[in-house]
């Protein structure tokens, strides 16, 4: 989504004008993708972590636009609701300690950017969803003051036509309405990039739908939604309904939802980008003047905005991404599902399982989607998010088991495999991915933690419900500074 866009009016003839350019930027990209002019050389990997902002009593701070400007770091950024801010890491190889790299640089910026958040009286957290956020935190006034979010929530609404409807059973049910899009800011996310070829794109692809259940099983970090506890990982769940366009007839005729899985194995990049065009009608139709033939006939390289911006407003969980970097595009597979926390160490582990994971599952010899249902994948996935390290999956040659199974058999000597073919360095190697080891040993990821802690305090210390949801977030916080990989944190 990264464009400006100023508040505006959309018309019949711009809906028409934009409908034609966007398929006309996928033919360009098609001809792209035929004369390999895609930089491959030297692939890098990326980052981005949405981060809550808090005060004193825990409780969101809307305060992002006075937090940035006190920051004043062009890496930190604004998202949906004022008590969000978003960090992108520069873009870094992941041969020898590149690893360590990220994990230095975003603890460096990260103590930096607090400093002097604190200074005005916020504090960030790095989190899936915030316990302490309120149905009353979420409203039209907690947008950031960026027109586009505006502009997104009023198109949302107007293809839905109604309030959206929030309904999650888990431990215990959720149902309420929402009439804005406000709810999809209690969801903060980790995003994973991997620029890979034209070529190679398919198996990433696949590779990242196969690896996603396991991923969110370990990684799962959002308990709590509005004081109930739902899903191990509730951030999917609500990110699926708090961005639907979709009225209960629409979805009855099976039309496909903006936040989305997907339906099927890919064999090209192109497959995801002409779905994008031939399934969702644009949200924000804003044409560019670059004529995209034009500028590939004369030898340069198109922006393919209107082609980018759509795929913007489409919001898979692992989402193809093109881009233009001094003047050479690239293409990336932009892997969404993780929430962000709980420390810099867990994230870069969660990082370097998947980067190798997925390289191994890429680069074998027979396909893993070759040996599996698309739905299967999909089942995982949502099972994964509900049940977190408790759930059970299905893989191919090993039926039904528990995930914590899958990846310690399984998944973890794939990730070791990849990252020793990215070239990082072997104690790197091991230090991250004994993290991942021992979370399935232990049983503990973020939201265990806030889980074993929430109960810990209503039981033990008689607290209510709100009280206690405060607490887990003023104990969390000074945890996530230390550190130290969460399947140490204590309970008591």
Known sequence: ?????????????????????VRRCLDVFAEMLREARFDTDRPMTGLEIELNLVDAAAMPAMRNADVLAAIAD???????????????????????????????????????????????????????????????????????????????????????????????SGVERLATTADTITPEAACTSTQFHLQVSPAQFAAYWNAAQCLAAAQVALGANAPFLFGRELWRET?????????????????????????????????SVFDLFEENVRYFPALLPVCDEEDPADTLARGDIPSLAELRLHNGTVYRWNRPVYDVVHGRPHLRVENRVLPAGPTVLDTIANGAFYFGAA???????????????????????????????????????LGYLPVSELVLRRLLPLAHEGLDRWGVDPAERDRLLSIIEQRCLTGRNGATWQVETLHSLEERDNQDRPAALAEVVQRYIPLMHSNRPVHEWPVD
Not at 258 to 266: A, P
């Open 359 to 397: 390289r191994a599952l890429a680069e074998a010899d027979r396909p893993l989607w070759s040996q599996m249902s698309f739905s299967a994948a999909e089942e995982n996935f949502h099972a994964c998010a509900q049940h977190g390290l408790a759930a059970q999956v299905f893989w191919p040659g």
């Open 1 to 21: 989504m990264g464009e400006e866009i100023g508040a505006r009016q959309f018309s019949r003839a711009d809906r028409a004008a934009y409908r034609q350019k």
């Open 74 to 168: 062009p890496a930190f950024q604004t998202e949906l609701g004022q008590f969000n801010v978003e960090i992108n890491v520069a873009p870094r190889r992941l041969t020898g300690t590149g690893t360590a790299d990220f994990e230095k640089h975003v603890r460096a910026s990260l103590n930096a950017a607090e400093e002097k958040a604190q200074d005005i009286g916020a504090h960030m957290v790095m989190i899936g969803i915030l316990p302490t956020l309120r149905p009353n935190h979420l409203t039209a006034e907690a947008l950031s003051a960026n027109p586009r979010y505006a502009l997104l929530n009023e198109q949302i609404f107007a293809a839905r036509g109604e309030d959206l409807a929030i309904k999650i």
């Open 235 to 267: 951030r999917i769940p609500l990110f699926e309904q708090a961005t639907d366009t979709r009225s209960e007839e629409i979805k009855a005729q099976g039309v496909r939802p903006r936040v989305w899985f997907g339906e099927r194995w890919i064999t």
